[in-house]
Every structure is written in structure tokens, then in C-alpha cells.
């Protein structure tokens, strides 16, 4: 299988190495591309085989799967470019979520689908999300889900819910890293510990409730209900921590979804000259 990324910034040369490193890809089956070249040489200076391409075309000739991992606002111009060598049996891959399915497959005449990856892939963990178009057969499906497995767990949803499942597990990562980094400098503050300990301790937390939360088949009010004793130390704070985070995820979707919809409207007035179905 030979598989091309067009754009090689953060997500794209995030999959490339999650791909490589997890043996999923050998460097001599990837293409890569940029708009600046000397990045996509770069790329493929750090996995001696993989091949730099100067043009987005040329990176995605050969390939069975393409990824491509640009802007929101590039992706017309690279549509444009891929246009003349896109063949019906390869599969583009959008990592980009306010392009929709249908402006794709309205417009290149192969098969499309939508792949949300996360930061957490980096370390061949959490999820990437699966969304495919109308012309996605199951071997195609099987091909792409094999390969993302090898680095996350493969979860297929509606394009409907992409952005609040993307919330979850793309934008989640920082959500909570800024929650936790936030109870660190509470304690370096009121305590006088050392931020780099209280980092060990908060980080090994994390990963140990993680597990709970997985492994251990726990749910998010299991892992409350084990630790906080009713009059206990726990319950008390949780209280305070409740009664000040009142609908604060609340506001946080609305600003993701708001910026999601802003996004939308952008890119179908890239691809059309104007707002399509409403959005």
C-alpha cells in the first residue's frame, strides 16, 4: 500500500511519525507534501525513504489512500490541484472537519472519507474518528480502519456529530490538560511544593484514571463514588468544584460549535461562492 499526506504540519507530520513509529508504514510507502517543499523534505529527511514531492499532485499519484491536512481555507486550491491525477479507486482522506463529505465528493470522482485524529495518537492511543462517503466500500473501510489501529481505536460516527465527538476526543486533550495544569499551580501556590513534583504526581493521576475509566470499567461517577467518603475530605471539595464549574462545558461546546459553524460557512462559500444548505 502506498499512502501520500498532503500537508505535513502538526496533525500531518503527527500521523506520519504515529505511522512509522508504530511500524504501520514503512518510510518507503509514504508521500508527502507541502506548500513549502523544504518542510516536506524535512519529513522525509527524518525517515530516510519516505518521498518528498514538490507538487500536491505528484505526492498523490500511486497512492491507494491520501490524507489531506491542510486549512480549512486551502482545501479548494488542493481540491483544484489533485483534480487532473485523482483516480476513482483511491481514497482521499480529509483530517479537516468543517469540510463536509458531499462539497468532496461533489467535486473529485473518487471515493471520500473524514478521519479526526488527536493528539493522543502521537502515543498510539485514543481515538480517531471515521466518517466515510457514498462511494466507500467495506474493503476500503477495512483498509483505513487497519491502518488507524495500529495508532488509535477506530471509531466510526455520523458526520452530524463531528464536532461534538471531536470536542471530546481532538480538543479534550487540552481541555483538560489546562484544567489540570491549573490544579498544579493552585498547589505550587498554596503549598510551596515544587511544580515540577506536583506535575509528576498530577500526570501519573491522569493516567491512572484513565484506566479506571477504560480498563478498569469504571464510569466518571464510579471513580467520584470510590473516592469521596460521604463528610470526607472529597466530597467537600467536589462540592466547591460543582457549584464553580456550573456550566462551564455548557459554554465551552456552544464556543466550539459556534466557531465550527463560522468555519462551515467559510469553506462552502470557498467551494461554491456561497452558503449551502443553510450553513
Not at 480529509?94 to 472519507?113: D, G, H, R, W
Not at 457514498?134 to 480502519?145: A, F, I, K, P, Y
Not at 481532538?170 to 495544569?181: I, N, Q, T, V
Request: charged share 20%.
Amino acid at each position: 500500500m502506498k499512502v501520500g499526506f498532503v500537508g505535513t504540519g502538526t496533525m500531518g507530520s503527527l500521523l506520519i511519525e504515529a505511522f512509522v513509529s508504530s511500524g504501520a508504514l514503512e518510510p518507503s510507502q509514504i508521500n508527502v507534501s507541502n506548500r513549502n517543499f523544504s518542510k516536506a523534505q524535512t519529513v522525509a529527511n527524518r525517515h530516510p525513504g519516505i518521498q518528498a514531492k514538490t507538487a500536491n499532485a505528484e505526492c498523490a499519484i500511486g497512492c491507494n489512500v491520501v490524507f489531506l491536512c491542510v486549512k480549512p481555507l486551502e482545501f479548494k486550491k488542493v481540491v483544484d490541484e489533485l483534480l487532473p491525477v485523482v483516480r476513482p479507486e483511491q481514497l482521499i482522506v480529509s483530517i479537516t472537519s468543517p469540510v463536509m463529505i458531499e462539497y468532496l465528493e461533489e467535486f473529485m470522482p473518487c471515493k471520500i472519507a473524514k478521519v479526526i485524529p488527536s493528539v493522543t495518537n502521537s502515543v498510539l492511543s485514543g481515538a480517531t474518528l471515521c466518517i466515510y462517503g457514498s462511494r466507500v466500500e467495506d474493503e476500503d473501510r477495512s483498509r483505513l480502519e487497519s491502518l488507524l489501529s495500529h495508532i488509535s481505536q477506530p471509531l466510526q460516527i455520523e458526520e452530524s456529530y463531528t464536532r461534538i465527538v471531536s470536542d471530546i476526543s481532538s480538543c479534550g486533550p487540552a481541555f483538560f490538560a489546562c484544567l489540570l495544569e491549573q490544579f498544579i499551580d493552585a498547589a505550587v501556590y498554596e503549598t510551596g511544593i515544587s511544580k515540577d513534583e506536583a506535575t509528576s504526581v498530577a500526570s501519573a493521576m491522569l493516567l491512572g484514571t484513565g484506566l479506571l475509566l477504560t480498563e478498569g470499567g469504571l464510569t466518571p461517577a464510579d471513580v467520584q463514588a470510590k473516592v469521596a467518603v460521604p463528610g470526607g475530605i472529597t466530597a467537600q471539595a467536589l462540592r466547591l468544584l460543582r457549584r464553580e464549574t456550573e456550566g462551564v462545558f455548557n459554554r465551552l461546546i456552544q464556543t466550539t460549535h459556534a466557531k465550527f459553524d463560522e468555519d462551515v460557512e467559510k469553506v462552502s462559500t470557498a467551494f461554491y461562492g456561497k452558503e449551502v444548505n443553510g450553513q
